[in-house]
């Protein structure tokens, strides 16, 4: 709590020259080192988050793609729990594949647990094999779908961003974020997924400081 106020002290007084954003990558398994250039070109810092502590550094969080069902593992194994869900609510999160599926309410093929944040159902591995992995151009930027979920329903609330083949692709809802693809490994930095996930992250960061404090 503490650590979290000092940042936001930290964010205040860095507000005319410059705002110092760290952007987090839950680096447990999957696809995290990727994210660096993307989050440096946009002028953030990129921090590995591996504990508690590394969660209250950060002013957003990015849940890779990976294997959703080893990373919920893992969050289990470390006890992150209950403050992983602490940052989802405290901070703009954007869930990449893996993460989206544990963003997801619900999860089919197979069932698995989910942390219910986004209204959205997904179903795991429904492109095929790793065979089956696949680039293709998202708004004009080539990403990559690799064992990738399809986003089977999406509740009223929840604005799509993209579609690919008619289906959504790229969703969010409030401070929330969500892509079924991996824009993170086209080394044309940055990506324009990253740029709106940081441009939420600044919003947010500014929010939180207040315009009186500003002055
Ligand atoms: N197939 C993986 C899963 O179900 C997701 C793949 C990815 O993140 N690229 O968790």
Redesign the pocket.
């Known amino acids: 709590m503490f650590q979290r106020l000092q940042r936001s002290l930290d964010l205040q007084t860095e507000v005319g020259k410059k705002i110092s954003i760290h952007i987090g990558v839950l680096s447990l398994q999957?696809?995290i080192q990727p994210h660096e250039p993307h989050l440096k070109a946009l002028g953030a810092t990129f921090v590995e988050v591996k504990t508690k502590e590394d969660l209250n550094q950060i002013d957003g969080l990015i849940l890779?793609?990976?294997?959703?069902?080893?990373?919920l593992k893992l969050i289990d194994l470390f006890s992150l729990e209950t403050d992983l869900m602490k940052t989802f609510n405290q901070v703009p999160t954007w869930g990449?594949?893996?993460?989206?599926?544990l963003m997801a309410r619900k999860v089919a093929s197979p069932k698995?647990k989910s942390f219910k944040i986004l209204n959205i159902t997904v179903q795991?591995?429904s492109y095929g094999r790793q065979s089956d992995?696949f680039n293709t151009e998202i708004d004009g930027y080539c990403v990559?779908?690799?064992?990738?979920?399809k986003i089977n329903w999406v509740g009223p609330e929840i604005h799509v961003l993209a579609r690919y083949n008619q289906e959504p692709v790229w969703v969010s809802y409030g401070h929330w974020m969500a892509s079924t693809f991996?824009p993170e490994l086209n080394s044309n930095t940055p990506s324009p997924m990253h740029r709106q996930f940081f441009e939420s992250v600044v919003k947010h960061a500014q929010s939180k400081i207040g315009p009186k404090k500003l002055r």
């Open positions: 999957g696809c890779p793609g990976g294997e959703s069902t080893s990373i990449i594949c893996a993460g989206a599926i698995q795991r591995n992995s990559s779908f690799i064992r990738a979920p991996h």
